[in-house]
């Protein structure tokens, strides 16, 4: 796991690239209500397709930025499970670590620290934003069927430029936490033994 300093600069990476696609959109945006005041729009399809660009601008901008992010959580729970993984035996497996699912990640660092995530504060979060973006992924945002609440089959996930900003500081939150019961504390080895904990698939 990566200290919380590298972890901060990553995330706020990731929030500062979203805070700028957010306020290119809205000067974008800007743009076009003057040009609608001053009825330069011929048509009001015109009109309508012209607040599609900045719109689409958003949207790919949250998607990709809670793609980093998911992929931010994926490589912190695969530096976590990587002591566990080489040091007990009973796991076979020619997989390298990063490679496994995250539910098997999760139980490797469940069994090795003596934890459950379930506890740790902004863990269900963590989740609903890896369904929303598992979605967007493999099924353009709609929801599944057969797992998930619908009022209508062509029902989709919406993440806000709100939302997405909120996860940030949920991944921050909960990775503070998870070091403080996994790496910062007695369950395993001592301080010294902590400060070389390798991060390698």
Known sequence: MSTLISLDIELNAIESFLRT???????EYSK??????????HH???EANAYFIPMQWGEIAIRASMGELNALIEWELGCLASRAYH???KIKSNK????LPIKQLINIIESYYEIKLSKIDYFDNILEMRNKVNSFKHRKGFKNPFKEN????????NISFQEAFQNIKHVKMFFNKLWKVTINNEYRGTSKDRAKLPCFP
């Open 44 to 46: 009001y399809d015109d």
């Open 87 to 89: 040091e007990t035996k």
């Open 150 to 157: 619908y009022t209508s089959i062509t029902e989709k996930h």
């Open 32 to 41: 076009i209500n003057e040009k609608s005041h001053r009825n330069e729009f």
């Open 21 to 27: 696609m957010k306020e290119s959109a809205e000067l």
């Open 96 to 99: 390298a670590v990063f490679d």
